[in-house]
């Protein structure tokens, strides 16, 4: 095998111990394979050892290494900050979202959403650790931001997104990423039927498990540390 396949095969492992962990069952929890700033050929070895879900961070280079693909059953997500003049590739090329932070933004994909693609599947991404570098809407600002999603057409609101603070404590991690189920619960009680936690990355998948992700999103325990850019 291939030393993405052998990875692909220890994260596999991870996320399923990690289930069983939590009484879960390890079919209800996607392995997003994060693939900003990897080759398409990796890509394609990811492909061949089974992976099907990959995501992306930069606009740019997601533009050109998609049609690179495009002969392959990919699904796409985007993970990545979204510009303003970005978002009618998004819309056209992916069938996921899960960094939406303002109702521009939503409102734009929304209307570039082509009428013969699915619905784009979106999450909202909220900023759990209050830290000024991160994107995000405030805990406190998310339920008018979600109304405003749900209420546009083209677009389907699925959950919440999350990236925490760094933190090599365990409790820490999962004290984090318990705010977010919380939040979707929230939103749930207040009308929404949201079925998706986008949250957990090679350090803190199994706490992420621990708290409810559906979605954990690998990219370096995958293809290895990413080059500078």
Same mark, same amino acid.
């Given at each position: 095998?291939?030393? #993405?396949?052998?990875?692909?095969? =220890?994260?596999?492992?991870?996320?399923?111990? @990690? *289930?069983?962990? /939590? %009484?879960? &069952?390890?079919?209800?929890?996607?392995?997003?394979?994060?693939?900003?700033?990897?080759?398409?050929?990796?890509?394609?070895?990811?492909?061949?050892?089974?992976?099907?879900?990959?995501?992306?961070?930069?606009?740019?280079?997601?533009?050109?290494?998609?049609?690179?693909?495009?002969?392959?059953?990919?699904?796409?997500?985007?993970?990545?900050?979204?510009?303003?003049?970005?978002?009618?590739?998004?819309?056209?090329?992916?069938?996921? #979202?899960?960094?939406?932070?303002? =109702?521009?933004?939503?409102?734009?994909?929304? @209307? *570039?959403?082509? /009428? %013969?693609? &699915?619905?784009?599947?979106?999450?909202?991404?909220?900023?759990?650790?209050?830290?000024?570098?991160?994107?995000?809407?405030?805990?406190?600002?998310?339920?008018?931001?979600?109304?405003?999603?749900?209420?546009?057409?083209?677009?389907?609101?699925?959950?919440?997104?999350?990236?925490?603070?760094?933190?090599?404590?365990?409790?820490?991690?999962?004290?984090?990423?318990?705010?977010?189920?919380?939040?979707?619960?929230?939103?749930?009680?207040?009308?929404?039927?949201?079925?998706?936690?986008?949250?957990?990355?090679?350090?803190?998948?199994?706490? /992420?498990?621990?708290?409810?992700?559906?979605?954990?999103?690998?990219?370096?325990?995958?293809?290895?540390?990413?080059?500078?850019?």
């Amino acid at each position: 095998m291939t030393t #993405v396949a052998n990875a692909l095969q =220890a994260i596999r492992q991870r996320l399923a111990e @990690a *289930a069983a962990a /939590a %009484g879960r &069952p390890a079919e209800g929890i996607q392995l997003l394979a994060v693939s900003k700033t990897v080759p398409a050929t990796a890509i394609r070895q990811a492909y061949a050892a089974g992976q099907r879900a990959f995501g992306e961070s930069y606009a740019q280079e997601a533009m050109e290494k998609i049609p690179a693909l495009n002969d392959l059953p990919l699904e796409w997500h985007f993970i990545g900050p979204i510009q303003s003049n970005k978002t009618r590739p998004l819309a056209e090329h992916f069938s996921w #979202v899960h960094s939406l932070e303002r =109702a521009k933004i939503a409102e734009r994909l929304s @209307a *570039a959403r082509p /009428a %013969g693609l &699915p619905d784009l599947q979106v999450c909202i991404q909220v900023n759990i650790s209050g830290e000024a570098s991160k994107s995000g809407v405030a805990p406190e600002e998310l339920l008018p931001l979600a109304r405003q999603v749900q209420a546009l057409p083209r677009l389907k609101l699925r959950g919440l997104m999350a990236i925490p603070e760094p933190t090599p404590d365990p409790a820490h991690q999962r004290q984090q990423l318990r705010v977010l189920g919380e939040l979707l619960d929230q939103l749930n009680a207040a009308g929404f039927s949201l079925d998706t936690l986008s949250m957990g990355m090679s350090d803190d998948l199994e706490a /992420a498990i621990a708290e409810g992700a559906t979605i954990v999103r690998v990219g370096s325990a995958i293809f290895g540390k990413r080059p500078k850019i």
